[in-house]
């Protein structure tokens, strides 16, 4: 296998070289490096987005959660009724 792609490369690199065309080459091995590492950062900056908004959901689930249980315990305490502490019953 490695063979057979060392032999396919140095068939190409006699081609480019046979008919002169190392300029038209280099061009598009620039061009397929630049995509390859625009390609790479946009999957990474995908994952990135993805947890980010992950955590954002969970967050905001949180704080629902965290709201919800004020609630019942507001409730819970109106209807228990007034509590008396220590300071307003010395008055």
Excluded: C
């Amino acid at each position: 296998m490695t063979l057979g792609l060392a032999v396919i490369i140095v068939f190409v690199l006699y081609l480019i070289d046979k008919h002169n065309r190392w300029r038209q080459a280099m061009k598009v091995v620039i061009g397929l490096a630049v995509l390859g590492i625009v390609g790479v950062g946009g999957l990474f900056g995908w994952q990135k987005y993805a947890s980010w908004k992950e955590a954002g959901r969970e967050a905001l689930q949180e704080a629902e959660y965290e709201a919800e249980q004020a609630k019942s315990a507001v409730k819970k305490q109106a209807e228990l009724g007034p509590v008396h502490t220590k300071s307003t019953m010395g008055e």
